[in-house]
């Protein structure tokens, strides 16, 4: 089992930053790959960024290249995500999730690979 907490969220304006945290517990937080999605009402689930097991490898979805930056700490069962120059279409419920796959280089994009999600943390951004 695993149990992942998202913190960081909360009311920014637009242009402005953001660093959003997910604690992990309950497995070895250092042997799976890590994944951000967002969601707003009424639409699916979208990948913001994925990271493997040691950092090696990292994916972004299009609409933040560029703005987000995912990373992981592993001693501390941390991944983090570094969100800069917001805009109000970044505004959404920001969950963090794990990949207990055995591919640990993987960035896995879709949410149906992921095994375990956080309760998520709400992100607006203001005009």
């Known amino acids: 089992q695993v149990r992942l907490v998202e913190t960081g969220g909360g009311l920014v304006q637009a242009g402005g930053s953001l660093r959003l945290s997910c604690a992990a517990s309950?497995?070895?937080?250092?042997?799976?790959?890590m994944g951000w999605f967002r969601q707003t009402p009424g639409k699916e689930r979208e990948f913001v960024a994925a990271?493997?097991?040691?950092?090696?490898?990292?994916a972004y979805g299009n609409p933040v290249k560029g703005r987000f930056t995912i990373d992981r700490d592993n001693a501390k069962n941390t991944v983090y995500l570094q969100m800069n120059s917001l805009k109000p279409e970044d505004t959404a419920v920001y969950y963090c999730?794990?990949?207990?796959?055995?591919?640990?280089?993987?960035?896995?994009?879709?949410?149906?690979?992921?095994?375990?999600w956080g309760q998520g943390t709400q992100v607006i951004v203001s005009c």
């Open positions: 999730a794990a990949d207990l796959s055995v591919d640990i280089q993987s960035t896995p994009i879709k949410s149906d690979e992921y095994h375990y």
């Open positions: 309950g497995r070895t937080f250092t042997m799976f790959p």
């Open positions: 990271i493997s097991w040691n950092g090696g490898n990292r």
